[in-house]
């Protein structure tokens, strides 16, 4: 068993250095960064009419498809929680930018930047800030 730990590590750095180096292909390269690196799965069917599934929300923003989008969701729908991991895929593979993360309220914006910083827990992703985050600002290398 610890050959096959052994080597499945090998190959998540491995496709971890070719996202770094070429960034993501399609919605499923990115869908599957997230899931396998951020622990996240996001649904890809929709379930009212008329609304876009969480997963084409994601890639859609990621990939630039429009110009504008608003997210609107129930409370607790996990908008703070995406725009967090959208902040973390904008901040890794298309830097070097700067992002402002504004809340409703300064307890929302702490969430956010929490799950920010959550977003590089994987012991992969570590290496990548600049050195410790703090709130007011945080580098990847």
């Given at each position: 068993m610890a050959a096959v730990a052994l080597n499945r590590d090998k190959y998540r750095k491995i496709v971890l250095e070719h996202y770094l180096e070429k960034g993501f292909e399609n919605d499923e390269d990115l869908l599957f960064y997230v899931k396998e690196f951020l622990g996240f799965e996001y649904p890809t069917e929709t379930f009212c009419s008329?609304?876009?599934?969480?997963a084409k929300v994601l890639c859609d923003t990621y990939f630039e498809k429009y110009s504008f989008i608003l997210f609107w969701a129930n409370r607790t729908g996990g908008k703070t929680?995406?725009?967090?991991?959208l902040n973390h895929l904008d901040a890794t593979f298309k830097g070097p930018i700067e992002i402002c993360n504004a809340g409703a309220a300064r307890?929302?914006?702490d969430k956010g930047y929490k799950y920010f910083i959550d977003s590089f827990k994987d012991p992969l992703l570590k290496p990548l800030l600049a050195k410790d985050p703090i709130?007011?600002?945080?580098n990847l290398k």
């Open positions: 008329h609304h876009d599934s969480p929680q995406m725009v967090s991991l307890e929302q914006a709130q007011h600002r945080t």
